[in-house]
Structures are given as C-alpha cells and as structure tokens.
C-alpha cells in the first residue's frame, strides 16, 4: 500500500468565522464548527472511504484545543479513547471517545498556527489600520509573507 498524507483543518471558530487572525488563542470550535467536522467525517473516513481508519499509522495533531477536538470527533474508528502525548514532554492526557482500540495522537508544536503576535485577534482591516498607524505600510497593503507581525513570526 502507498503511504498518505491527510492534512485535516479545525472546523469553524468565532474568530475564523469573523475574520480574526487565529494563532495561539485558544478559541473553541463554534457549534457549526463541530457540525462541519461531523460532517467531514460522515463523508470521508469510514471502511470504505477516503480515510480508513484501520489504514491509520499515526495522527499528529497540533496542540491548539480547536485542533484536539477536532481529533475528538473525527473519532478514527479506533479509539476507545484519545491518547494525547505532548510532544518533548512525558504528559499524556486522555478523553473519552466511542471504540475499540487505543492509538497515540501527538501534540507538535510543528503543528501550531502561525505566531501573528500583535495581530492576533484583529481583522485584515485593522491590521492595515494598525500598520499604518505605526508607519509600517510604506505605500503597500500588508501581506504575512513580505511583511510578518510585529510581536509574531
């Protein structure tokens, strides 16, 4: 069998939702949030599907709580419980999930958003705003790659 990679994004928070820049915050899953995950899951994992669960090698999963209980939901298949280790720590915390084995789910911070810093929270708009008000703007609307955060990556 070849090997493959899935890449799997939160479901929707408040912040996301409203446009906020979302990176170390620890903002919940909003209820449509859960609803989309759940819905992720029903179409894509499952004997069968995109995702089978009896496939599954390892789980990485970044250490945000959006990102955990989006691990939560998605259930796998495998899990009578979730086994979260912390990556370069020897904790390991454990919640309640419907199945029949147990498999590890490592928290990287490999896996963390981007360190916006002092745009952490704010919207497109009132970075521009900020940056400009700070005489960082120097003509050019902001862009993260060119630019970066102040107080952040």
């Known amino acids: 069998m070849t090997a493959r990679i899935f890449l799997v994004r939160h479901g929707e928070t408040e912040w996301s939702k409203s446009g906020k820049h979302t990176g170390s915050s620890e903002i919940p899953l909003s209820r449509e949030g859960e609803?989309?995950?759940e819905e992720a899951r029903a179409a894509f994992v499952g004997e069968g599907k995109l995702i089978n669960p009896q496939d599954i090698g390892r789980i990485?999963?970044?250490p945000r709580g959006r990102a955990r209980r989006t691990a939560e939901l998605l259930h796998l298949g495998l899990?009578?419980?979730h086994h979260f280790k912390?990556?370069?720590s020897f904790s390991v915390s454990t919640?309640?999930?419907?199945?029949t084995n147990a498999t590890m789910i490592e928290i990287t911070p490999w896996l963390q958003e981007w360190d916006y810093g002092d745009y952490e929270g704010l919207t497109i708009d009132e970075v521009h705003e900020m940056r400009k008000k700070n005489g960082l703007d120097n003509g050019?609307?902001?862009?993260?790659w060119r630019?970066?955060?102040e107080g952040g990556e």
Do not use: F, L, M, T
């Open 35 to 37: 609803k989309q995950v």
């Open 60 to 62: 990485y999963c970044s």
């Open 79 to 81: 899990h009578s419980h």
């Open 86 to 88: 912390e990556r370069d």
């Open 95 to 99: 919640s309640s999930a419907p199945s």
């Open 140 to 144: 050019k609307r902001w862009n993260i």
């Open 147 to 149: 630019d970066g955060c």
